[in-house]
């Protein structure tokens, strides 16, 4: 167990009760340095069978709410609640010192599963990371997964990452099919068959953590680790596909790229998600670049079929683009539910991937860039172009709400 997240409150209030909350009741909060139980809800049924804790004051309160009379001269309380996570700021965990009881017990236990699959590197402790993504692409896995994988370093931890739990992505071929490593290398050098006969191998929880869970994890990680995947992010496979397709921009230095996101992005306004801006906007933009510096090509990477017809018809012949499968969706809708309505095909997730991984290195070679918001296909092309692009415009118009 790590109590480092406990140890740092005198006071706890659990307000609820159910198998989690038993758990570290029995368990973890004996072990942690603080002084003060506050016990919410239904635990007072069991108030007659509750073990005692040594050196702990334990009260039983019916209804709470922070902020209690119980908290005075009480500075440093954590508030466990029994909601669901999601996506939202940090104010909640850093100014009203609430975490959910998935939250901490992520934390908590997630070096805590280990297995003895033999006797090789004995002197290391290897953690294998998974995660049950269902809507998330390439680089929203990326960088969740990355998260894990720092945090999981700064506590002495090898991680080697295979994603098995994600069969309804839509990456993924079907049941256990590894939707990481098709795609990325391993940001440790490690392999699981190099691990198979490993003495020390922790399983971790699931890696598909929301904001809070992420913050909480990046307050701790060492900010100057480097991974292997620094270096070379993409496995042989997609690599070679990327060159065998890289005629598509015949003059990089002609063009000028445009990255347009739509579908999920401007059709469903997911919560938190930046804002993005459309074909006009983008198209005023071109306009006022060129005015300068006119181009020769204008390359456009978008997953939107509609976005595709509306520059085509507004660029012609000038316009470059690769032939990815691309898509139109209702209101409402989202990417993965048209994913959803189709069978599994072998190869399929694959093709998928290295499609749009091929549509950003054509990106990241261009003079400049324009970019309709942001997005982990902008933070990836701006990353493979290593600081070089002439111009670099990203639409900033905020967020859509998380309420």
Known sequence: ??????????????????????????????????????LCGDWAVLGY??????GKEIFIQKDYFPGSPLEINEPLVLHVM???????????????????????MTYTFCFSDLQHFGNEYPDKKFLIIDGSFRIEGIFGI????????????????????IILSSDNNMYSDGFGDDIWSKFMNQPCGYTIKDIKNAKNVYISPNANCLTIMRHIMEMET??????????K??????????????????????????????TDYTKTHMPGHPIHASVSEI??????????????YIYLATEDSEILEEMKSIYGNRLLYTDQERFSIDPGQLLINIHDARPKEKGKGFRLGAEYLL???????????????????????IRENNGNYRITYVFNKGINSRN
């Open 1 to 38: 167990m790590d109590l480092t997240l406990l140890n740092r409150y005198n006071t706890v209030v659990l307000y609820g009760l159910n198998e989690y909350f038993i758990e570290l009741y029995k368990y973890v909060l004996p072990k942690w340095t603080g002084g003060k139980i506050i």
């Open 49 to 54: 069978v509750l073990p005692s804790i040594s």
């Open 82 to 104: 029994d909601f669901l996570p999601k996506n939202e700021d940090y104010k909640r965990f850093d100014e009203d010192n609430i975490i959910m009881i998935d939250e901490l």
């Open 142 to 161: 990326q960088s969740k997964v990355f998260t894990m994988v720092k945090y999981a370093i700064t506590k002495g931890y090898i991680p080697v990452v």
């Open 222 to 231: 060492d900010k100057e680790i480097v991974l292997d995947t620094d270096k």
């Open 233 to 262: 992010l993409f496995c042989q496979n997609v690599e070679d596909y990327i060159n065998a397709n890289s005629q598509i921009v015949p003059e990089p230095s002609q063009t000028l790229g445009v990255l347009i996101r739509g």
């Open 283 to 296: 198209v005023t933009k071109i306009s006022e670049i060129e005015a300068e510096h006119p181009y020769k």
């Open 359 to 381: 549509t950003l290195r054509l990106l990241s070679k261009c003079e400049s860039l324009v970019a309709s918001g942001n997005c982990g296909g902008t933070d990836e092309a």
